[in-house]
């Protein structure tokens, strides 16, 4: 490989907090005109690397040469101006502005009083045709859908000559097809030359788009290679330093009595909603977005209310006014979008899992100190929460280990019925497997489990029985004999067509 051929090499950077090494002595290239993948556990550096790159940080040690220029550090203005992007992922599209407002914020042509709506658009209609695709410049950017929302960061980015896309984890939040679509304006960015950073836990995805892979484990850069010298397990085992066991854990109890009966859920999106949960069973929900599966859960929990709603608890009806009342029953969720609903920031690891238990483990008014910290390591070493101590706050933690949080946080209550959102977004290859196992234990241990997710491998390899939901209603009832891709996403899409 010419120095010509390489736009980013990375010399010996480290970054150290108290305690942790984030990133230690790393040093890779990144080639011009590839798709370059960064893979690692939850904690392994990844994002640090990214915010280094872009001035988020300073690095305590180290290099890096970007465009033939090297680089101590970095400052946000210096590294836009370099051409290093980032498309977010938590997103930084003003609402109330057009797809093309967007894309040219804050440059020549959205300055002065007028604004040059015209030419924003045309040039915004050019780039959206030379990536193939279908968005009018003129729509709010409220009214996208996730995918076109990373997209039109993909043309903010290249309206300001981008050299490098750096993307962490772009796909955690698309379904499947809006992941074909972003991979489509991926392959078309790759085709015009561009030079792409690429982190994903879906390994997956890593062989579908990418040249070659670098692979970082705490904080260190283990190899980098092309993706042709490597297939899924070789990377695994680059990545968690074993081979990993990819089978879902069996079912070791027959499923139990019914615990919780749902009968005519109607409003909230809802439409008819019925099923039946027994203990020791793990209730997969497929189904595409929109679908009414987190709405459906929201209710279950107290958190919406519907029009209608016949449930049953333990044989008893059940109304649950507020979550606390839900939880109070006996039935906790995991929620799907975490950040927002699942933790406190400031809070320390310990005090986010002990939250919902604090009743347990006070003694009169005081915590009991040492409850507070049996609980906390249990869950902490179950689930591998990555961290020198439960005393940092969760801000502090990876993004895969603060929804590992989420979880220990509700699996403290020791509620009867669980209902997982996504268990596994963002959480690294090694640990989904734990959580499959803690998933499945808890179920052995009587407890019942209804799972939402989008994630196909893992709602046939972990469900006793599936229900499919399309359009606000519960269209099937699958049994695990006839699982199979075709017939869930047939299911899943028979009542859209009908409802538009
Ligand atoms: N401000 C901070 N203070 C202390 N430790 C930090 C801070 N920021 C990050 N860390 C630690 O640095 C390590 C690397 O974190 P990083 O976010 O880079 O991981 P990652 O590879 O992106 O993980 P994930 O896949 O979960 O997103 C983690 O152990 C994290 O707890
Ligand atoms: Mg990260």
Redesign the pocket.
Known sequence: MSEQDILLKIEHLS?Y????K??DDVSFAVRRGEVHAIC????????????ILTGA?EPTRGQFKFAGKIYEKITPPQAIEAGIRVIYQEFTLIPYLSVAENVFYGQELMKGIVIDSKEINRMTSRMCRELGIDMNPRTKAESLGVAHQQIVEILKAISQSAKLFIM??PTAPLTMNETKIFFGVVEKLKAEGATIIF?S?RLEEIFEICDSVTV?CD?KCVVTKDIAELDKKSLISYMVGRDLDENYPKPGVAPGEEILRVDNVTGNGLKNVKFSLRRGEILGFGGLVGAGRTELAKVIFGADAADRCDMMFKGKPYAPKSPADALAFGIGLIPEDRKAQGLVMEMSIRQNITIGVLKKISRGIFIDGGMEDRYTDKYMSSLKI??PSAG?PV?????????KVVLAKMLATNCDVLIFDEPTR?I?VGAKQEIYHLMRELADEGKAIMMISSEMPELVGLSDRIVVMSGGQSVAELQREEYSQELILGHASSKLSAEV
Do not use: C, P
């Open positions: 970054k907090y108290s305690g942790v984030a990133l690692g556990e939850n904690g392994a550096g990844k994002s640090t690397l990214i915010k940080i962490d984890e982190i836990h970082f904080g990555n961290t940092a801000k502090y933690l990876s993004g895969g280990n603060q929804q963002g690294d």
